[in-house]
């Protein structure tokens, strides 16, 4: 799914360091939506000891991560993305070199690709099963499925203002 607007996404409008419960809100909102295929922009390289996830974000694309349960690598190789989290909003500009960054367990991410942008996480495991990878390392949403469902959608309101036009 690519999220163009006619003015420039303001994700200020979501305040800075948000509540769980928001990002909750807007994936729930977006999940109302036609959803991407990652798979054609995804690439899995495994090594001993450990599994590397390059995702390549158009430009234009939101998207929002899963929870992670261990912290891990992420190396923006190429791009430039906003990144809101419950700790704020930052900007990762990899146009002029690679930004490395440890991520904290149970961090959800919502990004914006401002341009083509490729991400990668690097995760430790012995494990070369990429369902088994998943369930090793993410929080699946049944953990957290009440919150979510107890959230009422008033992420629409930001969506109308911003002119959020959506393009599939």
């Keep these: 799914m690519n999220i163009t607007t006619q003015e420039p996404l303001d994700l200020q409008t979501f305040t800075v360091g ?8 807007l ?23 450990a599994y ?33 989290t419950t700790d704020g909003i930052m900007e990762i500009d990899a146009t ?10 149970g961090t959800k991410r919502v990004v914006y690709a401002n341009e083509d942008t490729v991400w990668t996480t690097i ?11 998943e369930a090793e390392i993410i929080v699946p949403e049944t953990e957290y499925q ?3 469902d ?3 959608m008033p992420i629409l ?3 109308m203002k911003n002119k959020l036009e959506v393009t599939l």
Aim: aromatic share 10%.
């Design 18 to 25: 948000p509540q769980l419960r928001d990002i909750f809100a």
């Design 27 to 49: 994936q729930k909102y977006l999940f109302t939506l036609e959803q991407f295929d990652f798979n054609q922009h995804l690439r899995h390289t495994f090594s001993e000891g």
């Design 52 to 84: 590397a996830r390059e995702l390549l974000l158009p430009k234009d694309m939101l998207i929002i991560g899963k929870i992670h349960r261990h912290g891990h690598l992420n190396i923006i190789s190429k791009g430039f993305c906003t990144v809101w």
């Design 96 to 105: 002029e070199h690679p930004v490395t960054f440890v991520s904290t367990p």
């Design 123 to 133: 995760h430790l495991t012995n494990e070369t099963d990429l369902d088994k990878i």
């Design 146 to 148: 009440e919150l979510i």
């Design 150 to 152: 107890s959230i009422p």
């Design 157 to 159: 309101e930001i969506a």
